[in-house]
């Protein structure tokens, strides 16, 4: 069965980078669009980031330039680089697949999340 496991979150303060992972089984990575979503506490879903199967991604403005998403085939992962975190951050990060194109997204695929706190 399809299995997302999100690792990399923790405590950072403002200013400061995390990368997130998300290692997926259970189907064809490399063929499938991977999607970033946040949810900070009391909010609703935020989509991030979607990176295609062919290389091509997409941010959400509150993180261009800042958040880079990639993916490595070969290790069936996906990544999400964070640099200059501020604390609106602060949230809890999922990767997801089979995701539609609404905002937020609703995917068929979620891992469990993984908590990123950004605080001095």
């Known amino acids: 069965q399809v299995q997302l496991v999100e690792s990399g979150g923790g405590l950072v303060q403002p200013g400061g980078s995390l990368r997130l992972s998300c290692a997926a089984s259970?189907?064809?990575?490399?063929?499938?669009?991977m999607s970033w979503v946040r949810q900070a506490p009391g909010k609703g879903l935020d989509w991030l980031s979607d990176?295609?199967?062919?290389?091509?991604?997409l941010y959400a403005d509150s993180v261009k330039g800042r958040f880079t998403i990639s993916r490595d085939n070969a290790k069936n992962t996906l990544y999400l680089q964070m640099n200059s975190l501020k604390p609106e951050d602060t949230a809890v990060y999922f990767c997801?697949?089979?995701?539609?194109?609404?905002?937020?997204?609703?995917?068929?695929?979620w891992g469990q999340g993984t908590q990123v706190t950004v605080s001095s």
């Open positions: 990176i295609y199967n062919g290389g091509r991604t």
């Open positions: 259970g189907f064809t990575f490399s063929s499938k669009a």
């Open positions: 997801a697949t089979n995701c539609n194109d609404y905002i937020p997204p609703s995917c068929d695929y």
